[in-house]
């Protein structure tokens, strides 16, 4: 049987990109920005996109020289040689995976009860089933869908950036607040523990690495998706902090439940649940993107002999992975009925910089051996792995003392 379809062009992957990236975390990420530094929280996310494209990179080099499904398996499996470590590492990002979409799925019942009054263990289960039915579709398919929502969540932030430029002129005004004198250490050290958390809620662009087999031309598709992803995250993160402390005092939006429903309110006058009819479209559409990373990753390690083969068995007419995808949506819905999720987010996040650090050191290995470079490969400069190890070692080691 043929394996899976290289139907995803570049419009496809960085849609999926922004929509596995870009979640409805950011509608309360606002508010601890502001609370943490003020006027300069817009810096902490550009400073964490730059730490973070180190690792990008070495996403980008050792997905286009592996494009295949389990990327980080695969990669670490290339480098040390040691099945156990490979399997470990797959298996971790299902986890957190799993976790995460989960997580998400406990939070879409909240805004869908808004409008269905219905209690939110049904909404969990009806939502978790009708994604994971579309997940089971032809890639195309499902990762279209997905694209769709992503255009939706996206245009809800746009809405807000286009409403700030035309009805607040502090936007431009006040550029100069943005960036804190040189010898203000508490601002300084503000923008760092924001950073910290800005660099979470880059967390997802790299999932792009695990549909890279479903790319029609992967050695193009994959880095422009990667970098894509990445910046234009940055560039909507930046401007919605922007002009959410410009809009609503950065004390006032600390306190705000809802941080950037009471910036969308001020702006337009719509009334909040406008805010929340799109903040069910971005979680829904979280599930769906995570559903699809899952399932490849289930794949993925079935192909490279760490699991039963019999779990990479691909659908005839679909050629998706159906049995690993049912896997999938089983643990999300079991994890989401069952398990507190409490705190479990954030274990994710720290554990996915893991990974993060493992895949540096894996290039850095890997690039060891090396006498001559790949021909057709996206080729990071060698000093990009140990920057990405670093920065993310550093992460690591401020999440660890500022808890």
């Not at 049912?326 to 999720?341: F, M, N």
């Not at 021909?375 to 660890?400: N, Y």
Request: hydrophobic letters at 60%; a positive charge.
């Amino acid at each position: 049987m043929p394996g899976l379809s290289r139907s995803l062009t570049l419009t496809h992957a960085v849609l999926y990109g922004l929509g596995v990236t870009i979640g409805a975390g950011i509608y309360v990420l606002v508010g601890v920005a502001a609370g943490r530094s003020g006027m300069h929280a817009p810096l902490a996310f550009i400073g964490a996109a730059i730490a973070i494209s180190f690792s990008a990179a070495s996403f980008a080099e050792l997905g286009t020289r592996m494009p295949v499904s389990a990327s980080e398996a695969a990669y670490v499996d290339a480098a040390f040689k040691r099945k156990w470590l490979s399997l470990g590492i797959g298996l971790l990002v299902i986890v957190t995976a799993t976790i995460s979409a989960a997580t998400i799925s406990v939070g879409s019942a909240g805004y869908i009860s808004v409008f269905i009054p219905l209690s939110a263990h049904w909404i969990i289960i009806g939502v978790v089933l009708a994604m994971g039915m579309v997940a089971c579709l032809s890639t195309v398919q499902s990762v279209s869908f997905a694209g769709i929502m992503t255009v939706i969540e996206v245009g809800g932030l746009v809405l807000i950036i286009v409403a700030g430029v035309s009805q607040n002129s502090a936007i431009v005004t006040r550029l100069p607040e943005m960036w804190p004198d040189a010898v203000d250490s508490g601002a300084w050290i503000g923008i760092a523990g924001t950073g910290l958390i800005a660099v979470f809620s880059f967390i997802g662009f790299e999932h792009l690495v695990n549909i890279s087999a479903e790319m029609k031309n992967p050695g193009r598709t994959l880095p422009r998706a990667l970098f894509l992803t990445l910046g234009l995250t940055a560039l909507l993160y930046a401007l919605i902090v922007w002009i959410a402390v410009t809009t609503v005092s950065p004390d006032e939006l600390a306190q705000s439940p809802a941080p950037l429903a009471l910036v969308f309110q001020r702006l337009t006058g719509l009334p909040l649940i406008s805010m929340s009819a799109i903040a069910i479209v971005a979680t829904v559409n979280g599930i769906i993107v995570h559903m699809i990373m899952i399932a490849r990753v289930i794949y993925g390690l079935a192909e490279q002999g760490n699991l039963p083969k019999a779990i990479a068995r691909l659908n005839a007419v679909t050629r998706t992975p159906v049995l690993a995808t049912a896997i999938g949506v089983a643990a999300i819905l079991v994890l989401s009925l069952t398990v507190p999720l409490a705190g479990l987010a954030d274990l994710t996040a720290r554990c996915t910089l893991v990974i993060f650090a493992v895949v540096n050191i894996a290039l850095i290995k890997i690039r060891s051996g090396e006498t001559t470079a790949p021909i057709g490969v996206f080729l990071c400069p060698r000093w990009v792995p140990f920057a990405g190890f670093v920065s993310t070692a550093l992460f690591l080691w401020a999440d660890l003392i500022l808890k």
